[in-house]
């Protein structure tokens, strides 16, 4: 199992930067693809981009060339880096996690694709 703990959200005006960070404690975190979603308020949770075990990466279109996922596999962390931030990015950022034994391709976008989730950080925008 694996226990995850979202950081770095916060106010930051349109234009702006935040780094998201999520630490996993638990084992063998270099065996779980991972993903950031967001859920805006009324809302459906969506998915915002995804990392596999091996570091391959996927973005939804929408932040395309904005923001940036990536991983330390050293340091059991996942970090989102956010630029030029929108208002329509306000949302609460989830980390998620997926063993990587559990049969499938990457990527994974779907909710359900996911047994371990963080608490969610809150990311506001302000214009």
């Known amino acids: 199992q694996v226990q995850l703990v979202e950081s770095g959200g916060g106010l930051v005006q349109a234009g702006g930067s935040l780094r998201l960070s999520c630490a996993a404690s638990g084992r063998s975190f270099s065996t779980y693809h991972m993903a950031w979603f967001r859920q805006a308020p009324g809302k459906e949770r969506e998915f915002v981009a995804g990392?596999?075990?091996?570091?391959?990466?996927y973005h939804t279109d929408s932040v395309k060339g904005r923001f940036t996922i990536s991983r330390d596999n050293a340091k059991n962390t996942v970090y989102l880096q956010m630029n030029s931030l929108k208002p329509e990015d306000t949302a609460v950022y989830y980390c998620?996690?997926?063993?990587?034994?559990?049969?499938?391709?990457?990527?994974?976008?779907?909710?359900?694709?996911?047994?371990?989730w963080g608490q969610g950080t809150q990311v506001t925008v302000s214009s």
């Open positions: 998620a996690a997926r063993n990587m034994h559990i049969q499938g391709s990457f990527p994974y976008f779907r909710r359900n694709d996911y047994g371990y």
């Open positions: 990392i596999s075990w091996g570091g391959s990466s």
